[in-house]
């Protein structure tokens, strides 16, 4: 497949095949994807890829995660996406491997009445760590995809930070991501585009 083919048929996987993934395999994968763009080429982000018995330890904590963002999930999809989305958080569909994605920790106060330039100056830091954390995670969805792996970024981990920084001895980085990856037992259908966003300006 050619780049376009890999990002339009890239998916969220929820549903995995009981099959390690070997870890050059996964190394390969890392190194390449860390070649993302990063804000002023600092490469701030750290990657944990966890396995076995400390991963099942992390995922006990998703249970919670799913039930403070359920209101969230009824809000936005139908039921019948709830409820696939909800019991992947049960078991993170048999994935072999997470991969805890981080940031350093910034700490800060944001006043309503501030300005978006003082906002900037007060939030520019962590934004631009998030965002080439973005970047990295990207390039991780699809070199996995490449390779004939499935992955699904998930951000609703963020409502059980703290269990998951304490049970990996983490305090002072922020947890950005978290990537399931192993080989699909699944090939889920596209979902649509929503509506036009390109604005093309003065061409």
């Not at 499935?150 to 922020?174: L, R």
Request: proline letters at 4%.
């Amino acid at each position: 497949m050619n780049l376009s083919e890999i990002i339009r048929k890239r998916r969220s996987i929820r549903k995995y095949r009981d099959k390690d993934i070997p870890r050059e395999f996964l190394q390969e994968i890392l190194q390449d994807a860390l070649w993302a763009p990063s804000g002023t080429n600092r490469q701030n982000w750290d990657i944990y890829v966890v396995r076995g018995e400390k991963k099942e330890k992390i995922l006990s904590n998703m249970v919670l995660a799913a039930e403070i963002f359920k209101p969230t999930l009824d809000r936005l999809f139908p039921e019948d996406v709830v409820k696939v989305t909800l019991n992947f958080f049960k078991n993170i569909g048999g994935a072999p491997v997470v991969l805890l994605v981080y940031i350093p920790r910034y700490t800060y106060n944001l006043e309503k009445e501030m300005g978006n330039k003082e906002k900037w100056d007060i939030e520019h830091d962590r934004i631009t760590s998030a965002l080439s954390a973005a970047a990295l995670v990207q390039n991780i969805l699809l070199l996995a995809k490449e390779k004939g792996l499935g992955t699904c970024w998930m951000t609703a981990m963020k409502h059980v930070e703290d269990q998951i920084n304490t049970e990996m001895g983490i305090t002072d980085k922020e947890l950005i991501s978290v990537v399931t990856i192993g080989y699909p037992d699944e090939n889920p259908r596209a979902p649509r585009r929503k509506g036009e966003k390109i604005h093309w300006v003065g061409y």
